[in-house]
């Protein structure tokens, strides 16, 4: 039997170490996106769905030590044992009218989505090598992925409050379910400071505040690409001053490795790295 079903400790530690950190990079995540940071939106986003899925996988009897922080992987390894409780493709909410004039991939799956904020969401990007978009709706999708996800981070097999049925069966029954909602430390107004959490959490979030979301009438299309200061320097001969600074970018930073490629090819020969 998963530990995690006899012992509420092992649930606790696994919800207070990964979940509850999970929710709070979910809130940076969504602020970020609303002050138009890309970069700090996907870093934040890729660490809330790696720390949702570790969650799962710990109270669902699966090891994490040995899985790093490759969200696709993690994923996947969710999807092994959620079976058919977590659904394979977004599917947008009635809410989003194509009447209203806007237009974004329907029925993207979730994989899809997740592999995405893995590309964009890597180390590398706190240093801004390369350039960055946020695609319409990504916000949208990402509520959803971290709902579902969230819905997860109990064990599955266990016998849900005091009722016959697992939790695998509860979810099954009820789509919409989560059975934990968000903390207080997240939605609760005790003074004036904490009305900007708790309305970047809400705003236009579908997924855990419809009601909300609806009122406001709107939905974030993302916004254009931010350029690379890197990528800006970039040309098929570049001057002698910019390919010298691009040699010491090289030789002083660890850029990621598709960037630092890049920048070799177009370094004029006397400017070679090595």
Not at 3 to 13: C, G, P, Q, S
Not at 104 to 130: K, M, V
Not at 183 to 192: H, I, N, Q, S, V
Request: aromatic share 14%; charged share 30%; hydrophobic share 35%.
């Amino acid at each position: 039997m998963n530990l995690a079903e006899t012992n509420i400790f092992v649930r606790d530690f696994a919800w207070r170490l990964f979940r509850d950190a999970a929710d709070a990079d979910y809130l940076i995540s969504r602020h970020a996106f609303r002050s138009r940071l890309p970069y700090e939106y996907y870093w934040n986003a890729s660490q809330a769905i790696e720390k949702y899925c570790k969650c799962s996988l710990l109270l669902n009897g699966k090891s994490v030590k040995l899985h790093g922080h490759n969200i696709s992987k993690l994923f996947s390894a969710v999807m092994d044992f959620s079976q058919d409780t977590m659904p394979l493709l977004y599917c947008p909410r009635k809410e989003f009218s194509p009447k209203a004039g806007y237009s974004f991939r329907n029925f993207e799956t979730f994989q899809d989505i997740l592999s995405r904020h893995s590309e964009r969401g890597t180390p590398e990007a706190r240093y801004r090598t390369y350039s960055t978009s946020l695609d319409n709706y990504d916000l949208h999708k990402f509520d959803e992925l971290c709902f579902q996800l969230r819905r997860h981070c109990f064990p599955l097999d266990m016998q849900y409050a005091k009722g016959s049925k697992t939790y695998r069966e509860a979810l099954k029954q009820e789509p919409n379910l989560q059975i934990h909602r968000l903390p207080d430390f997240l939605t609760k107004e005790r003074d004036e400071q904490d009305r900007w959490r708790i309305d970047s959490l809400k705003w236009m979030n579908y997924s855990y505040f419809p009601e909300y979301a609806i009122a406001q009438r709107k939905i974030s299309g993302g916004f254009q690409a931010i350029n690379s200061p890197i990528a800006m320097r970039y040309s098929e001969n570049p001057e002698p001053e910019i390919a010298e600074a691009l040699k010491w970018l090289i030789e002083s930073v660890k850029l990621e490795k598709k960037a630092a490629k890049e920048i070799e090819e177009i370094l004029p020969q006397s400017f070679q790295v090595g």
